[in-house]
C-alpha cells in the first residue's frame, strides 16, 4: 500500500454520499442501505466528521456529536475492508479524539457489537452500568432481535 496517497479530512464538503454509502453498503452490517438523505442530516449534525482517503477514494469514516466539554459520542467509524489492520482505524479514531470540539471533553462515548478490543487498545474501557436506549416509537416500529439481545446482555 502506497501511504503517500493517504490523507484525512475534517471538510464535510469532501464527502460524496454516493461513496459514503458504497462504503458502508461494503464494509458494515450496521449501516447498510442508510439513505442518502439521512446521512446528509446527520453529518449536518455532526462536528468533528473525519475522513480518510487514498487518493480520491474515500477508505475511512468517522463522526462525532460533543457539548465541548462534558460529554460527546463517536458514531459510525468505518475503515474500508481493505484496509484493515493498517492502523488507519486507531489513527481515524485519534484524529476525531483531538479536534478542538472533542478535545476538552471529559467522557467520551461509542458503542460498538464486535469491536471492544479494538477499542479498548485506544484506550477507551467498557462501561456497563451507563448505558440505556430510548427507542422513539415514530421512528421505529419494533426492535430487532439483535437490538432484543443486545439488551439483555446489558441486563435491560
Not at 39 to 46: D, E, G, P
Amino acid at each position: 500500500m502506497n501511504y503517500s496517497q493517504i490523507r484525512f479530512s475534517d471538510r464535510k464538503s469532501e464527502i460524496h454520499l454516493d461513496q459514503l454509502q458504497e462504503l458502508f453498503n461494503l464494509s458494515t452490517f450496521w449501516a447498510k442501505g442508510r439513505s442518502m438523505d439521512d446521512l446528509r442530516v446527520a453529518i449536518a449534525n455532526s462536528e468533528p466528521v473525519v475522513t480518510v482517503w487514498d487518493g480520491e477514494q474515500l477508505i475511512g469514516f468517522a463522526r462525532a456529536t460533543s457539548d465541548g466539554i462534558y460529554r460527546a459520542t463517536i458514531w459510525d467509524v468505518v475503515i474500508h475492508s481493505e484496509y484493515r489492520g493498517t492502523g488507519l482505524g486507531s489513527k481515524l479514531v485519534e484524529t476525531v479524539l483531538s479536534h478542538p470540539r472533542m478535545n476538552r471533553v471529559e467522557r467520551v462515548y461509542l458503542m460498538t457489537t464486535h469491536q471492544q478490543c479494538f477499542y479498548e487498545k485506544i484506550g477507551f474501557q467498557t462501561n456497563s452500568t451507563t448505558t440505556m436506549v430510548l427507542y422513539n416509537q415514530s421512528n421505529l416500529s419494533s426492535p430487532t432481535t439483535a437490538e432484543i439481545q443486545l439488551q439483555e446482555s446489558l441486563g435491560g
